[in-house]
């Protein structure tokens, strides 16, 4: 091992750069829009539930098998058993292929706080204004390059100077963000509290088991599970912070924003739309389509749209250098590189892999692999849906019966005794290993419209 390897400086510090790893896009507009599908309340509250059990469980493997090893994902798989060396690949590969696309989204948000500055609200409330916006070659191929080239000089500075002083900073900011505006919503709107209602209400009736199965997605992209972030973070963690502490800390942290995100996004929506759920609609359409109307009809909704999709920038830039810095690590353990030059061959990459993605809303439109909508939706879907299950499955796998669980609950003591030494026993030998096989074949069969969930 490199007995240089960096680490955070404390307890602060692992917490909110893997809180920055958690909190991104999928907080913002992935959360609310599965909470308003699957009948608000009651999602929320079997999100909640899976969070401290399901991936507390997942979460708690992978920070211990980092700290354990002290390697990133591929050299900590094979020193725990070579046999599962190619899980250590999979997740190796998983942030390679997030990172471009996300910084090509980074990039649309850069562009819609430009906008909102510039006083164009109205402009980009406009039905048309997106998906005309995604046909120009140029534009959105600068802003990504701007996107990425700041990820890329932040990881360049390392885990102290670079990715934990920018989290400690942005991380706070994004909450007393996420904040006001949700209680600008609630307060100002008219129609608002109805959306409260709707999205804090358990309703018992409109559970089913895709509420089960979404909520469990959900976790994968909240959380940074089964990507090699948790694993790579860590090993840069001092053996004497406790992990469950810090684990607790995280969900709250993630869990926390997403509901507030829900809170500003679900009532403002209801608000906009006259109690209509079916206007939150998907990803980009709810957050560059939707959200820009409701900001358009506001009072000062130039200012509201700028502060919004500023608090959308911190979240996403924290995840990107979470997902680089990852890769980074893989190839400063693999192929003994030094930090630099290891993330000059990560920005090559996903420079080469985002143009394709800018591309691939105008040049090559008419490529869709799978018969998916684009090529940043078929990336999504290989990552997300495909790979991390995948990941995740063979890793519980490893844990709960190879290496059995003590193993890493001897690591997970150090620093504070682990309490939930049962239920971490339990999930990841049974509950975790089908929970993750049925979140697969339900994504796919989705995807592929066999079973709309």
Not at 61 to 88: H, N, P, Y
Not at 253 to 264: E, N, Q, R
Not at 411 to 434: N, S, T
Request: aromatic letters at 14%; proline letters at 4%.
């Amino acid at each position: 091992m490199d007995q240089k390897r960096s680490s955070f400086t404390g307890k602060i510090g692992f917490v909110l750069a893997a809180a920055g790893s958690a909190v991104g896009l999928g907080n913002i507009w992935r959360f609310p829009y599965l909470a308003a599908k699957y009948g608000g309340g009651i999602f929320l509250l079997v999100y909640i539930i899976l969070a401290v059990t399901f991936g507390f469980t997942l979460m708690a493997a992978e920070i211990a098998i980092g700290r354990k090893t002290g390697l990133s994902a591929i050299g900590a798989f094979k020193q725990l058993d070579k046999r599962f060396t190619f899980v250590g690949y999979l997740a190796a590969i998983i942030p390679a292929i997030i990172l471009p696309y996300y910084s090509v989204i980074g990039g649309w948000v850069m562009k819609y706080i430009a906008g909102f500055a510039t006083g164009q609200a109205h402009v980009m409330a406009g039905d048309k204004y997106f998906s005309e916006y995604l046909k120009i070659i140029g534009e959105p191929i600068i802003w990504f390059l701007l996107f990425i080239g700041l990820t890329a000089v932040i990881v360049m500075l390392g885990v102290e100077k670079g990715i934990e002083k920018v989290s400690k900073v942005m991380m706070p900011v994004l909450v007393v963000l996420i904040f006001g505006v949700a209680v600008y919503t609630i307060v100002a709107m008219p129609g608002a509290w109805e959306g409260v209602v709707y999205y804090i209400t358990p309703d018992f009736s409109k559970f089913s088991i895709m509420t089960v199965v979404a909520a469990m997605g959900q976790l994968f992209y909240s959380m940074s599970l089964a990507m090699g972030i948790m694993i790579t973070f860590g090993s840069y963690m001092k053996k004497d912070i406790s992990i469950e502490k810090s684990i607790h800390q995280i969900e709250l942290f993630d869990t926390g924003v997403a509901f507030l995100a829900g809170l500003m996004i679900i009532p403002a929506v209801f608000a906009f739309s006259g109690g209509n759920e079916d206007a939150l609609g998907t990803g980009p359409t709810l957050m560059f389509v939707t959200l820009p109307k409701v900001f358009d009809s506001m009072p000062a909704g130039n200012i509201i749209g700028a502060v919004f999709f500023v608090m959308v920038f911190f979240a996403a830039l924290t995840s990107s250098i979470s997902l680089m810095e990852t890769v980074v690590s893989i190839l400063q353990d693999k192929l003994k590189m030094k930090r630099i030059p290891a993330c000059l061959a990560v920005l090559g990459f996903s420079l080469a892999m985002g143009l394709i993605t800018c591309l691939g809303f105008n040049v090559f439109k008419d490529i869709k692999p799978l018969g998916l909508d684009d090529l940043l939706t078929f990336f999504d879907f290989i990552a997300n849906n495909i790979l991390m299950p995948v990941t995740a499955f063979f890793t519980a796998i490893l844990v709960g019966f190879v290496l059995k669980p003590q193993y890493l609950i001897d690591e997970l003591d150090i620093g504070g005794a682990f309490k939930a030494k049962r239920l971490f026993k339990v999930m990841i030998k049974y509950i975790a290993p089908i929970f993750i096989v049925a979140i697969l074949v339900s994504s796919v069969l989705d995807a592929f419209d066999i079973v709309k969930m």
